[in-house]
Each structure stands twice: as C-alpha cells, then as structure tokens.
C-alpha cells in the first residue's frame, strides 16, 4: 500500500474503531451485570434451599441455648446460630472465619461421629485475648454439622490456681513439719538435761502454733476460694466488725507495744458474712501491729464515701516497696521473708483479705511507701441500717426475748 492508501485506511477506522470499542464495553458491562445479578440470584436461592433444610426445632433449640452453637453445612457455611456464637465472629449465611473451627466442624463430617477438641479462639477482633475454648462438633444429618463452643478459659485459670495452691501449700508445710519433728527429736536426745528440754520445748511449742496459724489461713482461703457466693448473707454492722477485728488482736498489740486507735463515721452497715469481714480487717490490724515498731500507733477508722463504707487501717511501720505493692495480696508472698517469718507470717493474710473483700462485691486499696508506712483500705458497698426498731422485742416482753435477731458478728480467726 502506497503511503496515501495507509493515510486513507488509517482515517476510515477511527471512528470504527471507537464504536466497535463502544459496543464492545456495552456488551462486556451488561454480561458482568447479568453475571452479578444471577449470582445473587443463585446465592439467594441457595440460602432458601439450605436454610430449608435445617431440620425443624434446630433454629428454635439453638435460640434457647446459653452457650455458643451453630449449624453449618458442608462448605462450612453457618445456617442457624445461638445469640451466644456471633463473639466469636461465626454469623449465618457466611463462611465460618476461624480456620480451626472449620477443620474441626469437616472432621466430624467426614467422619461421621461426633468429636471433641479445646482451640485458643478469639472473643472479637485481633487485640481480644484468645480463650480456651472446649469445641464439640456432631454431624446431625449428612450435610449439616452442629458445633457447640463452651469457653472454659476461667474454669481453667481456676483449676490452675489450685494446682499451684496445693503444690505452694504443701511446700509452706513442710517447714514447720519438718521443724516439729526435729525439736521432738531433740527433746528426746536432751532428755536428761532440763534446761535444754525446756529450750526445745519452747521452740517446739512456737512451730505448732505457726503450724496451727498456717493451717487455719488455708482452710480460710480454701472455703473463700471454693465458691463465688456468700453463704449467710446478713445486716453487718461496720462497728461491731472494727470491734472484733480490734479486741482479737489486743494481745498481739500489747506484746508489740503498739496502740490501736479507732475512729471516724459509726453506725454504717453493709450487706454479707460478718465472720468473712472480721477476719478481713483482723489481717489487716495483725499485719499493722506486725510490721510496725514498738510504741507507735495503728489506726482503724471508718467512713463513707458516697455509697461505699471504707474501712482504712493505717500504719507508721515499713512500708512497703513500690516494686512490691501489686504482688503482697497473692498467695504466700512476702515483701518482707525474713520479717515475716519472724513475726509468724504465713503470705496469706492479704490473699484472704483479697478474696474476702471481692466476694462482699468491694475492693481493697494499698497506699504504701517504705519506711513511712502503709494504707490498706477495705472498701464495700454500703446497705441501709437495718429496722432494728421492727426487730426490737417489745418493752414488756424484753426479759423473755433476748437480741438474738440483732447481727453480732463473730470473732475473727486470730490465728
Ligand atoms: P504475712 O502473713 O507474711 O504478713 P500477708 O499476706 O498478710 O502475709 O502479707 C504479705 C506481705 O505483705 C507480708 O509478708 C509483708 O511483707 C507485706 N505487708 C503486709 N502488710 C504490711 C504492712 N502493714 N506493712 C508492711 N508490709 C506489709
């Protein structure tokens, strides 16, 4: 072609080529539109066909359940779910989002029997922490899987807690165990020497008394730890415990030379276990008198912070280390070993206190700083005073009916 015939057929295409482009895009956009719509199309009819086919009851079943359920068929699609299930991102009509899930939920449908697994899943979105997670998945017919999640992260964390209380505990033991039989050895050795005897006998009769103190503190930690809920709820009244928890330790005090003082807001009251609360404060006073030097003072006192009684007791002792403060309320840790073992310290006190304190749905605070002195404040819900005139006996029958329907806490264990 000579260069004019190419000028030529170069002019003639131009517009051709742009209407065939033209007609080109119309018939590509209305195939990918056509394509779209048959897809949902398909989509919706597949999610009538399947949501048809879970079998009748199963939505009801799994709407009642307290626990995370659902309902998947063979491409891992979730067709029915408990309100429970969506925290862990399974949603009906989508594709279950956890690949462990879904290799769990294809296992028990490959084979045809049920199957039970614990996986780490997470509660939301990627910063959640991952809970443990007991997953049992059984087929129910041949297309549809039932998985049922059940996050057993806290019954864990429990069972956790009392493996190291057990192996902790009987670790504290064996000192004063090994100690007793020790000095009973000895006595029997020094049996023809008294002095020596009643030397021995002395220590002897020191380790008992911290093995009695030990085991009194676990028992306690034990029966607060065993379950979440008060047993004997009741009227307490705040100054019939400060009172106790006060005169249970006047011993202590006097040999340490060391003065309680109580004051502030009388009258308050709260709702829960007197003996669980005298014993709270009662650690805390003992600890108080423990770790504070001779002739200084301690102080009990009482107010209310809007709706919360506190109850501070306050020392001019130790102190307790910054580093350290987060950590004494933990089971048998002492910021302090040789002081505390000194002063017949088991590391369980605060732990007690702790649990006790948390179980009156309150709280304890510590303010602390080494060599000044320590804070701790118990702070508990506050409930109105009883109607102790409703539960007064009458005048006249007054020597007849004793104040037995009056709260009176009883003492704290003093150990
Ligand atoms: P312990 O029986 O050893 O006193 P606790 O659980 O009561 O055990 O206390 C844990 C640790 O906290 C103690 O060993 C001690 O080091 C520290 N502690 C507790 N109360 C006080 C206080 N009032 N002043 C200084 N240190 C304290």
């Known amino acids: 072609m000579t260069a004019e015939g190419r000028l030529y057929a170069g002019r003639m295409q131009q517009p051709q080529l742009v209407l065939l482009a033209l007609l080109a895009g119309l018939l590509i956009g209305a195939a990918v539109v056509g394509l779209v719509v048959a897809a949902l199309r398909a989509r919706d009819r ?17 709407g009642a359940m307290d626990d995370p359920a659902f309902v998947c068929d063979t491409s891992s699609t979730v067709l029915a779910l408990s309100p429970a ?29 049920g199957i039970a697994e614990n996986l780490r899943l997470r509660r939301g979105a990627a910063p959640a922490e991952p809970r443990l997670v007991a997953v049992r998945a059984t087929p129910i017919s041949g297309r549809l899987t039932l998985v049922v999640l059940r996050d057993i992260t806290e019954r864990e964390r429990v069972e956790e807690m009392r493996r190291d209380f057990v192996a902790n505990t009987s670790h504290e033991l064996k000192t004063p165990v090994g100690a007793v039989s020790l000095l009973s050895e000895a006595i029997e050795f020094a049996a023809d020497d008294p002095a020596q005897v009643r030397h021995f006998a002395s220590r002897l009769q020191a380790e008992v008394t911290r093995l009695a103190a030990l085991v009194n503190r676990i028992l306690s930690l034990s029966r607060l730890q065993a379950s979440d809920e008060l047993r004997d709820v009741r009227d307490v009244s705040i100054d019939e415990v400060v009172t106790a928890a006060v005169e249970g330790y006047a011993i202590q005090a006097d040999a340490a030379q060391v003065t309680v003082v109580r004051g502030g807001t009388k009258g308050l009251w709260v709702r829960g276990e007197p003996q669980i609360l005298t014993e709270a404060v009662g650690n805390l006073v003992a600890n108080a008198i423990a770790y504070s030097p001779e002739g200084s003072k301690v102080g009990v006192g009482v107010k209310l912070d809007d709706t919360v009684v506190e109850i501070a007791v306050t020392d001019r002792g130790i102190g307790i280390p910054e580093s350290d403060q987060h950590r004494v309320f933990e089971r048998f840790y002492r910021a302090d070993q040789a002081r505390s073992r000194r002063t017949g310290g088991t590391g369980l006190g605060l732990s007690i206190v702790k649990h006790a304190v948390q179980r009156h749905g309150g709280e304890v605070r510590l303010w602390s700083r080494p ?7 118990i702070r508990l819900p506050m409930s109105d005073a009883p109607d102790l005139e409703s539960v007064r006996p009458k005048p006249r029958r007054k020597s007849r009916k004793s104040s037995a329907t009056i709260p009176v806490p009883a003492k704290g264990d003093t150990a």
């Open 371 to 377: 060599d000044r002195g320590s804070t701790f404040t």
């Open 46 to 62: 597949a999610l009538a066909q399947t949501s048809a086919e879970v079998p009748e009851g199963v939505e009801a079943m799994l």
């Open 85 to 113: 299930a969506e925290v862990f991102g399974v949603h009906t009509g989508e594709v279950i989002s956890s690949e462990e899930l879904k290799r769990v939920a294809r296992v028990a449908r490959d084979t045809g029997s």
